[in-house]
């Protein structure tokens, strides 16, 4: 298994990275024979076949870089100190941490509505194993997209890619309104600028989406590291609903999922433009 999967254009044309970091389908064997959950439960929280609808990023000047690692197994849209002694033996908790109390740490010790992941507790060696492998590989590319982007235009605007479960947005949407399909998470506006953000809400509503922001989700690790809007670094996290190209019991593609990726082929295409306000020349060697 690999770290992950990094996807260059022939020649970057716009300070927009996108990244994908639930969408790791590439389960090791060793890790199936520890957990107590069936192949289909452990794959509930994956942001399943998110990579494959930005995967026109490149097409439009864009880089993609989408992990291999599942987010059972370790997430990268956590810190790496976020280490839950619930599950990793040897591990101490520093402060209350929400995300590790409710068993979605690094190394995370549940899957979707709570169901426990292996039997008793791991390592802290295979846990720290596995950030070494995975977490800090991914971390450094991303990184360096992001620095890439920003000394050849100027800025950089990180696209976080993931989806959301059709009963998140039902339990926060009023009786007789319409349901978001696609929520940004800017972290109330720490992550990004706000003509940024305007500007990705813009992409999705031209593709006929309904678009909500920061409720319920506004934004985790990566867009709290990355975002440094005062630096013109932007992130922004992109959540959209899974019911509308899968089938989530499944996890497997709708009928309508290729219908939905060239929708967003559209959208990619949009969000690239954003970033195509200037390249920096560069100095001649």
């Keep these: 298994m690999c770290a992950y999967r990094l996807f260059r254009p022939d020649r970057l044309s716009t300070s927009v990275v996108f990244s994908s970091p639930h969408s790791g389908r590439d389960y090791p064997w060793s890790f ?3 957990t107590v959950l069936d192949e289909r439960a452990i794959r509930s929280s994956e942001d399943a076949f998110v990579d494959m609808l930005f995967a026109d ?6 880089p993609l870089i989408a992990a291999d690692a599942p987010r059972a197994y370790v997430d990268l849209n956590r810190a790496a100190e976020e280490l839950d002694p619930a599950v990793i033996d040897g591990a101490r908790l520093a402060g209350h941490n929400p995300r590790i109390s409710s068993g979605l ?3 995370p ?3 979707a509505n709570g169901r426990a992941i292996y039997h008793g507790k791991i390592g802290l060696a295979e846990a720290e194993a596995r950030i070494a492998s995975y977490w800090r590989p991914y971390h450094d590319c991303l990184q360096a997209l992001m620095n890439e982007a920003q000394v050849r235009f100027g800025e ?3 696209i976080d890619c993931h989806s959301m479960p059709r009963e998140a947005i039902e339990s926060i949407s009023p009786a007789g309104r319409r349901r978001p399909d696609v929520v940004l998470g800017d972290r109330f506006g720490a992550s990004a600028a706000a003509d940024v953000v305007d500007r990705i809400e813009g992409a999705f509503a031209a593709a006929g989406l309904r678009v909500g922001r920061n409720a319920p989700f506004a934004g985790a690790y990566i867009t709290q590291r990355y975002g440094r809007p005062a630096r013109r670094m932007h992130a922004v996290q992109v959540e959209i609903d899974r019911s509308l190209y899968m089938d989530e019991t499944e996890v497997s593609p709708s009928q309508g999922f290729e219908a939905f990726r060239r929708l967003m082929a559209s959208v990619v295409a949009d ?3 954003i970033g195509r306000a200037g390249e920096v020349p560069l100095a001649a060697e």
């Design 109 to 111: 010790r549940v899957v």
């Design 105 to 107: 740490g690094v190394i």
């Design 271 to 273: 969000l690239a433009e």
């Design 57 to 62: 990023a490149p097409a439009h000047g864009a």
């Design 156 to 158: 950089a605007i990180l």
């Design 32 to 34: 199936l024979r520890q």
